[in-house]
């Protein structure tokens, strides 16, 4: 029985108590004053006028969770299994690119504390560090790899490969970011970390994407040649059947608001769907990921996993997320604000209190395992 809740509890109040950050705000303040503001608009802000990056964490407010009283919930199972990767625990680190500008060591150090958590982490195409360093850092760690699919159909199949042999074990085509979003925080800065080279280890160290750049390239030739191939404005479910036929991993799209795109992506070979509008870095106005999620979950019926990200901030909203028809959820900015601001500590800070909330939510709530979290377990704020 993991009883991840009173243990961290205790723990934490063994160790003199007063932590200086407990909740996804307490981070993000931290986060701030660590970071510059190029950096830190980067990773807070969103597109146009943010409606959809509040709008996200409203549409948690408008659901509440009815406990039920007087069952035993002295034993109580958070795990599940999707796509054939055991989850720990009902959630995973969402695919954060360029994490350099957060933290010298990068992808680094999320790779040392989701690996010794066990608890999976989704790696971006964008990241600092090549996905093999990730790979060996994390050992026979759960791990899935997010692909940007891009415009040179040799370059992602290098990309696919190497992830695949490098032990990685689902691949999440991101299909929302065909372009970069109108960031008004990164237009005001002028803030765009690519321009400087960062974030593109995986092209880098990618056999196809040398051979095409030639010996002695400039950085800025590097950065050009990037900016070329790793977004697709023309990307289709043509190209999303060259992705499926490359690969034997699970394939998850990650990125969908709307049910038609969910049934689509099963016509084509999907294992999965990952419900989300991009951290609403995307497209304002969109539709929060949340009330998007019951019908996608009901048009896809159990014929693939559905997870669901954008707006997770507590054990609250993943319990809500589940009983609105998500098999697990992807945590994105709590756990980047606290790599930003204290490093790998505070990473393992973030993902230990998010795991003990959810079992202390579910445990107060009547819910003694993830099968038991329906929509029953709901009742809508307003009535
Ligand atoms: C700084 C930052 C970088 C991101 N980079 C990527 C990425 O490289 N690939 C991707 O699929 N999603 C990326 N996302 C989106 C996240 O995977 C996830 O959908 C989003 O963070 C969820 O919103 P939330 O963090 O507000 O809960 C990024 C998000 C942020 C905040």
């Known amino acids: 029985m993991p009883g991840y809740g009173m243990d961290r509890q205790l723990e934490i109040r063994d160790a003199g108590g007063f932590l200086a950050a407990v909740t996804a705000e307490d981070w993000a ?54 796509l ?49 360093d990730v790979a060996a850092i994390m050992g026979d760690a759960p791990r899935w790899f997010q692909l940007y699919p891009g415009t040179d159909p040799e370059i992602v199949e290098s990309l696919v490969g190497r992830a695949e042999r490098a032990g990685y074990s689902a691949l999440v085509v991101t299909v929302d970011t065909t372009m970069l979003g109108w960031r008004p925080r990164d237009l005001r800065t002028g803030y765009l970390p690519f321009f400087s080279g960062e974030g593109i280890a995986n092209y880098t160290s990618d056999p196809v994407f040398q051979a095409r750049l030639g010996p002695g390239a400039s950085m800025a030739a590097t950065v050009q040649l990037f900016l070329r191939v790793y977004a697709n404005p023309g990307f289709t479910w043509k190209d999303l059947d ?64 559905v997870l669901m990200d954008s707006g997770i901030r507590c054990g609250a909203d993943v319990v809500k997320a589940l009983a609105l028809g998500a098999q697990a959820v992807l945590v994105g900015r709590p756990w980047a604000y606290a790599l930003a601001a204290a490093g790998q500590a505070g990473v393992d800070q973030v993902l230990r209190d998010l795991r003990a909330d959810i079992d202390l939510t579910m445990g107060m709530a009547g819910l003694r395992s993830l099968a038991e979290i329906g929509r029953g377990a709901l009742a809508r704020a307003d009535g």
């Open 242 to 305: 060259h992705i499926r036929s490359v690969t034997r991993m699970p394939l998850l799209v990650k990125g969908l608001l709307h049910p038609d795109d969910a049934r689509e992506s099963l016509v084509h070979g999907a294992d999965g769907i990952v419900v989300s509008n991009h951290g609403g870095r995307q497209v304002d106005g969109a539709i929060a990921a949340l009330d998007a999620l019951p019908a996608i979950a009901a048009a896809v019926a159990g014929r693939a996993a």
């Open 29 to 82: 303040r931290r986060a701030e004053a660590a970071l510059q503001p190029g950096p830190w608009g980067y990773v807070a802000g969103g597109a146009g006028a943010e409606a959809t990056m509040r709008g996200n964490l409203q549409a948690f407010e408008r659901w509440r969770i009815v406990p039920r009283l007087l069952r035993d919930v002295s034993v109580r199972d958070l795990s599940t299994t999707v």
């Open 84 to 132: 054939g990767t055991a989850f720990p625990v009902p959630f995973g680190l969402a695919p954060i690119g360029v994490q350099s500008v957060l933290h010298a060591q990068a992808e680094r150090l999320p790779a040392a504390v989701a690996g010794a958590l066990r608890i999976p982490l989704v790696l971006s195409t964008v990241s600092s560090t090549p996905l093999e």
